[in-house]
């Protein structure tokens, strides 16, 4: 079963700061999507990438799939108190089409 | 539209009791998915279900949880003598198809067993 570890695991920060958040694995990826869970809310999907060395962008959220596709970080420039929620990574490998979930970074935006 | 609903979003009961949850999928959506999600953790795969059967329940932890989708819409995930450990969140997700398609999920069904 594969593995994905996030960190940091909770991340405290003032509005308008940048953040990174990391979700790694020994295992190597056909897709990782990130999602964004509120409180009391199912997670929300916001991206998917599916290429090695791939990035997105969400507005200030930028994505990046790393290039041997076992890796992936989700930067936030200028955090606004929106942002604040729990970010998860979910990966697919070979033809599943079960996502393995991360344990999520907690990330709390304070104004 | 409407999203993916559940019922009840509370709820409470005893060890060694029966429950059932409820999932209602966005319309038209054939992929229909559990899971169950502890504190502090991320969601963990319980079944799916493509139309009216279940195409993969080998996410269900032991043969006290059963799900069924018999008319291919709606859901029900059933667990006899529930407990402690039973509880979390449970969540459920349906896409329109189910490889590669996008899950949307619903807000989940918060099981407390005392």
């Known amino acids: ?111 | 539209g409407a999203g993916v609903s559940q019922t009840p979003s509370n709820k409470v009961t005893e060890k060694g009791k029966y429950v059932e949850l409820r999932c209602d999928p966005i319309s038209g959506h054939t992929a229909l998915y559990w899971y169950r999600q502890s504190l502090g953790q991320g969601p963990e795969f319980l079944i799916y279900f493509q139309g009216t059967g279940a195409a993969d329940d080998s996410g269900l932890p032991n043969d006290r949880f059963f799900a069924v989708r018999p008319e291919g819409s709606v859901s029900t995930l059933k667990i006899q003598r529930t407990e402690r450990g039973d509880s979390a969140v449970y969540l459920c997700a349906s896409s329109l198809r189910g490889y590669g398609y996008e899950q949307y999920f619903g807000p989940g069904t918060r099981l407390t067993v005392t």
Request: aromatic share 10%.
């Open chain 1, 1 to 111: 079963t594969q593995l994905l570890e996030q960190s940091p695991q909770f991340l405290s920060i003032q509005e308008g700061e940048n953040l990174t958040v990391y979700c790694n694995s020994s295992s190597v990826f056909s897709s990782l999507q990130w999602y964004r869970q509120e409180p009391g809310e199912g997670p929300v999907l916001l991206v998917t990438v599916v290429t090695g060395g791939e990035v997105k962008k969400l507005k200030r959220l930028t994505f990046q799939f790393g290039d041997a596709r076992k890796d992936s970080s989700l930067h936030i420039t200028a955090a606004q108190t929106g942002d604040t929620g729990l970010y998860l990574c979910a990966a697919k490998s070979g033809g599943s089409y079960i996502p393995t979930f991360g344990r999520g970074t907690s990330l709390i935006v304070h104004p």
